[in-house]
């Protein structure tokens, strides 16, 4: 149980254009989906929380324009590179917090996707 | 505030050798703390997690960690290493139930013939 899958789960596209990453929990609801991006050998930083029917809540330095978060059911959000530049290409993972998972709300992380802007 | 601090970016040990990651962290109320870990280009997997219960907690893989709040310390350990532990591992720390998770930098742990 508590599967977290991503999609695509590596991407190229060239520079100007959007991509749109999906995150999907696939047996448990998720109110709550967090979005992250990791550089190479480094660690992962929070982009925004995404809740389900309203809007995400951007971590300071993330431009939301650019970033657009939907979170539009109980299982699927997704993340809309806009305007992608070589700078945006990174490792994006997302997490889902099990919203029934009794008292810790459990975060679930996808297997994450390889975005490359050329 | 709440702060995760990972000592050594680089850990190598020989098949076989005891593992020992070390972690430290920073938080005015109670922590969670976490440790996952990330093999290459996958996603994090909870290897073990601490949560005001037991003090010595035991995760998957044979892995374990202490929390000492004295030391505001989660190091992990595991007493015997193997070739598949090779991996990336991250711990991180939440101050209660709906806050974020902070992440530490990351070890990478080489494990050598």
Partial sequence: ?118 | AQSVTQLGSHVSVSEGALVLLRCNYSSSVPPYLFWYVQYPNQGLQLLLKYTSAATLVKGINGFEAEFKKSETSFHLTKPSAHMSDAAEYFCAVRTGTASKLTFGTGTRLQVTL
Avoid at chain 1, 87 to 100: H, K, L, P, T, V
Avoid at chain 1, 104 to 114: D, I, K, S
């Fill in chain 1, 1 to 118: 149980g508590a599967v977290v899958s991503q999609h695509p789960s590596w991407v190229i596209c060239k520079s100007g254009t959007s991509v749109k990453i999906e995150c999907r929990s696939l047996d448990f609801q998720a109110t709550t989906m967090f979005w992250y991006r990791q550089f190479p050998k480094k660690s992962l930083m929070l982009m925004a929380t995404s809740n389900e029917g309203s809007k995400a809540t951007y971590e300071q330095g993330v431009e939301k324009d650019k970033f657009l978060i939907n979170h539009a059911s109980l299982t699927l959000s997704t993340l809309t590179v806009t305007s992608a530049h070589p700078e945006d290409s990174s490792f994006y993972i997302c997490s889902a917090r099990d919203q029934a998972s009794v008292g810790l709300y459990e975060q679930y992380f996808g297997p994450g996707t390889r975005l490359t802007v050329t």
